[in-house]
């Protein structure tokens, strides 16, 4: 199964934080969207494994992606070892996504820094011949994807360019309120965290309102490229 993007984030909730609208723009413009959840997110403070995972499918249901993924790797310990980049070089060599999307590499989580490194090595290693991996015991071919783009998490970053997500943008709300255990409930028992407080989804909403600013638009999620981007036309970018 190929799939035109994988979007990768260090824990379930990442993706759809930083970038969901996009993908929720990608999956209506019929392109086909994975989001690989490198660990379960079992360290955080509010909900269990079980209960995270429940709120991951059913917040990719909420975005109509093609699949979601698990690689499984501990929380608070994302290794940048051989077997987790072959982990990883098996996803990307299996799925051939076209573009990549994974964090930033100067981020408050170390784990998101962690993530950008796994992920920049996995995606250039998947292109070596000579490095061999298997998928479900068969051979797998080199593959390397044509471009990847960087997220906006808690650091910000110049972009490179916004992708305006005005249209799809309920579909972003929508996706946050299936994960109930890691934000706002006044009904909850659970230690309060950064992520819990009332304020914290409001300043989410207020960030993508604040880039769509920047391109005339009402909600707009940045991302960076570390190399230039081509355009056959100039009226491409208008």
């Not at 413009?29 to 209960?51: N, P, Y």
């Not at 914290?200 to 391109?215: C, K, N, P, Q, T």
């Amino acid at each position: 199964m190929k799939l035109d993007v994988l979007a990768i984030g260090a824990h379930p909730d990442d993706i759809e934080l930083s970038c969901s609208a996009t993908v929720a723009k990608l999956v209506k413009q019929g392109k086909s969207v994975g989001i690989l959840d490198l660990t379960d997110g079992e360290l955080g403070t509010r909900g269990t494994r079980a209960i995270r995972l429940k709120e991951a499918e059913e917040a990719a249901a909420v975005l109509g992606i093609t699949e979601r993924m698990r690689l499984k790797l501990q929380d608070g310990n994302i290794e940048v070892n051989q077997p987790n980049i072959r982990k990883l070089m098996q996803v990307i060599r299996h799925y051939q996504p076209t573009v990549l999307l994974f964090p930033h590499w100067q981020e408050r989580h170390p784990d998101h820094e962690h993530a950008h490194r796994l992920c920049r090595e996995a995606w250039f290693y998947s292109g070596l011949e000579k490095i061999r991996t298997t998928y479900n015991g068969k051979k797998q071919e080199p593959f390397r994807p044509a471009k990847y783009f960087h997220f906006m998490q808690k650091y910000e970053f110049t972009p490179s360019f916004i992708v305006d997500v005005s249209d799809v943008y309920d579909v972003k709300q929508r996706s946050l309120e299936a994960f109930s255990s890691q934000f706002y409930n006044p009904k909850s028992k659970e230690r309060e965290t950064m992520l819990s407080s009332k304020l914290f989804l409001e300043s989410i909403r207020a960030r993508d309102m604040h880039y769509g600013s920047l391109v005339n638009v009402a909600y707009g999620e940045p991302f960076y490229s570390i190399e230039p981007l081509g355009v056959k036309s100039f009226f491409n970018v208008l």
